[in-house]
């Protein structure tokens, strides 16, 4: 048994990463500051701390210090429309929490940082799979933290903290916050779905991007501590490849059983035309392809969330 410390514990990815953990039989001990994450996420056998991972005390005061096996640092404003609200705010506690983190395992012995980075950090890439070397240009303050970020565990590295960036693409799954209606494309489509049969689209249907499974995103972050020699990278999870906007609704349309419009008005500060992985790095390196399918993706993600919506 290894004691891991997950932040962003009661949100989306770090709830189910942390539930794989503690069903492989080892010890969570998590953190998270509930401003986007749910209380009833936090998996009963984690030992949780409620903190900001931008807050010094955390570390001085609050967290066991201990030599982690690993960090999982999953905490963070997840959304690049909400970081044009107070690039500020979202520079600490995406940014400075990191700095933070990565201070912390060096204090404490843990050699190991596995990070939830982001497509975000490319920015307007040409139409074909993205490379993890190609020139990354944020379009959104959060893409810039996301990318400050891996740049900080880079230069931690020469200090021995050995660590793994995943740029994740869109994730979506049960679990996803379906109430947030400026973060994650699938879950936002999805409830305007559920909840007025009718889809709203900020931007035009040929915009595309990639979805991914949390199932597939959690096994990526498993196949990290499997496979020390991704440390130093940054990878890219995708899952679908290239899905258009367009295509994303009308399979999301095709199943519900209930008419649904979808209307395109308006559009999303710093978003993308259109960006997919290239998975080469991640098949090489950590072994990862995709298992879920988008369309069985979706058919899992909407029998959840059709239950809660008839409750
Ligand atoms: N969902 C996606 O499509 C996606 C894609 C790329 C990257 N990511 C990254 O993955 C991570 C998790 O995303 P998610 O979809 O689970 O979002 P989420 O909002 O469900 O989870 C984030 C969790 O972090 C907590 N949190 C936020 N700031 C914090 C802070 N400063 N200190 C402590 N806790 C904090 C929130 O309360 C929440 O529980 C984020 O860092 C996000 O940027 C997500």
Redesign the pocket.
């Given at each position: 048994m290894a004691s891991y410390l997950v932040?962003?514990?009661?949100?989306?990815?770090?709830?189910?990463v942390a539930r794989a953990l503690l069903a492989q039989g080892h010890r969570v001990v998590g953190?998270?500051?509930?401003?986007?994450?749910?209380r009833e996420?936090i998996p009963a056998e984690a030992e949780f701390y409620e903190?900001?991972?931008?807050?010094a005390r955390l570390y001085a005061e609050i967290l066991p210090r201990e030599p982690y096996a690993a960090i999982f640092?999953?905490?963070?404003?997840?959304?690049g429309e909400i970081s044009f609200d107070d690039p500020v705010y979202d520079l600490?506690?995406?940014a400075e929490?990191t700095l933070h983190l990565l201070k912390f395992a060096l204090a404490v012995g843990c050699g190991r940082i596995l990070y939830?980075?982001?497509?975000?950090v490319y920015g307007d890439q040409p139409d074909k799979p993205v490379r993890e070397d190609a020139p990354a240009f944020p379009r959104s303050f959060?893409g810039v933290g996301?990318l400050a970020s891996e740049h900080y565990l880079r230069l931690y590295e020469q200090y021995g903290v050995r660590s793994t960036a995943l740029?994740?693409?869109?994730?979506?799954g049960p679990g996803?916050?379906m109430s947030?209606l400026r973060?994650?494309?699938v879950s936002i489509y999805m409830a305007m779905m559920l909840d007025k049969g009718d889809i709203h689209v900020k931007g035009n249907p040929d915009r595309y991007r990639d979805f991914?499974y949390i199932d597939d995103v959690v096994r990526a972050f498993l196949l990290c501590l499997d496979h020390p020699e991704s440390a130093g990278c940054a990878i890219n999870i995708g899952g679908s490849g290239r899905v258009t906007v367009g295509e994303l609704t009308a399979a999301l349309r095709a199943l519900h059983d209930a008419p649904c419009s979808v209307r395109y008005a308006g559009c999303t500060p710093g978003d993308m035309h259109g960006i997919y992985a290239d998975m080469s790095l991640a098949a090489e390196v950590l072994g990862y392809v995709p298992q879920t399918s988008l369309s069985e993706g979706l058919k899992r993600m909407y029998a959840w969330a059709s239950g809660r919506c008839a409750k």
């Amino acid at each position: 048994m290894a004691s891991y410390l997950v932040t962003g514990i009661a949100g989306f990815i770090g709830s189910a990463v942390a539930r794989a953990l503690l069903a492989q039989g080892h010890r969570v001990v998590g953190v998270d500051n509930l401003t986007t994450g749910f209380r009833e996420n936090i998996p009963a056998e984690a030992e949780f701390y409620e903190a900001a991972c931008q807050d010094a005390r955390l570390y001085a005061e609050i967290l066991p210090r201990e030599p982690y096996a690993a960090i999982f640092h999953i905490a963070g404003q997840s959304s690049g429309e909400i970081s044009f609200d107070d690039p500020v705010y979202d520079l600490r506690t995406n940014a400075e929490s990191t700095l933070h983190l990565l201070k912390f395992a060096l204090a404490v012995g843990c050699g190991r940082i596995l990070y939830a980075s982001s497509m975000s950090v490319y920015g307007d890439q040409p139409d074909k799979p993205v490379r993890e070397d190609a020139p990354a240009f944020p379009r959104s303050f959060y893409g810039v933290g996301k990318l400050a970020s891996e740049h900080y565990l880079r230069l931690y590295e020469q200090y021995g903290v050995r660590s793994t960036a995943l740029r994740l693409f869109n994730v979506y799954g049960p679990g996803q916050n379906m109430s947030n209606l400026r973060q994650g494309m699938v879950s936002i489509y999805m409830a305007m779905m559920l909840d007025k049969g009718d889809i709203h689209v900020k931007g035009n249907p040929d915009r595309y991007r990639d979805f991914v499974y949390i199932d597939d995103v959690v096994r990526a972050f498993l196949l990290c501590l499997d496979h020390p020699e991704s440390a130093g990278c940054a990878i890219n999870i995708g899952g679908s490849g290239r899905v258009t906007v367009g295509e994303l609704t009308a399979a999301l349309r095709a199943l519900h059983d209930a008419p649904c419009s979808v209307r395109y008005a308006g559009c999303t500060p710093g978003d993308m035309h259109g960006i997919y992985a290239d998975m080469s790095l991640a098949a090489e390196v950590l072994g990862y392809v995709p298992q879920t399918s988008l369309s069985e993706g979706l058919k899992r993600m909407y029998a959840w969330a059709s239950g809660r919506c008839a409750k």
